[in-house]
Antibody, heavy 118, light 107 residues
Framework: QVQLQESGPGLVKPSETLSLTCAVS?????????WGWIRQPPGKGLEWIGT???????FYNPSLKTRVSISLDTSKNQFSLRLTSVTAADTAVYYC???????????WGQGILVTVSS | DIQMTQSPSSLSASVGDSVTITCRAS??????LAWYQQKPGKAPKSLIS???NLQSGVPSRFSGSGSGTDFTLTIGGLQPEDFATYYC?????????FGQGTQLEIK
């Protein structure tokens, strides 16, 4: 079955760039589906960050649009998140997940806690 | 952006009870409404898609209904493993938005 696994630094300094990767197994990301990032600050709710289609088209949350980018690496069967100029408000568990038209996010990765602190 | 408002924010119930959680969208979402269950320290799990379609492997005691802007998640006959936080999400238009969550606790 399809599995997703987030990886990246657990600690990022303020003003620097957060970079995470989601490795996909059990399915070729070039074949279809849409791939997304969602985050959850400690003790709070879920916030959609953005989605990339297998075609490469991207959609971002307007609240983050000037700082975020999502890309595909089909050679490694993974997709990535970059969030620039981070502050403490970007401290959260970051999840990657798969969806498509008419279907919500499923499955999800296990999540990775990223703390922004000097 | 479409605002998703869940009620109640928290709920206490006993094993065997039936409970209903409500989700209201600030505008119509054409039925593109999902429900997720999240347990502490775990990723959300998809329960229901398109307002009322049970995802594969989800127990039949979970059901969803609604249309337009008003939707409900009902859990009939609560089991110990059902005590968790539940989120609704609209996926009709970007930006995708979630409700603030409903924490279901054991009474």
């Amino acid at each position: 079955q399809v599995q997703l696994q987030e990886s990246g630094p657990g600690l990022v300094k303020p003003s620097e760039t957060l970079s995470l990767t989601c490795a996909v197994s059990g399915y070729s990301i070039r074949s279809g589906y849409w791939w997304g990032w969602i985050r959850q600050p400690p003790g709070k709710g879920l916030e959609w960050i953005g989605t990339i289609y297998n075609s490469g088209n991207t959609f971002y949350n307007p609240s983050l649009k000037t700082r975020v980018s999502i890309s595909l690496d089909t050679s490694k069967n993974q997709f990535s998140l970059r969030l620039t100029s981070v502050t403490a408000a970007d401290t959260a568990v970051y999840y990657c997940a798969r969806r498509t038209f008419g279907v919500p996010f499923d499955p999800w990765g296990q999540g990775i806690l990223v703390t922004v602190s000097s | 952006d479409i605002q998703m408002t869940q009620s109640p924010s928290s709920l206490s119930a006993s094993v065997g009870d039936s409970v209903t959680i409500t989700c209201r969208a600030s505008q119509g979402i054409n039925g593109w409404l999902a429900w997720y269950q999240q347990k502490p320290g775990k990723a959300p799990k998809s329960l229901i898609s398109a307002a009322s379609n049970l995802q594969s492997g989800v127990p039949s005691r979970f059901s969803g209904s609604g249309s337009g802007t008003d939707f409900t998640l009902t859990i009939g006959g609560l089991q110990p493993e059902d005590f968790a936080t539940y989120y609704c999400q609209q996926y009709n238009v970007y930006p995708l938005t979630f409700g603030q969550g409903t924490q279901l606790e054991i009474k």
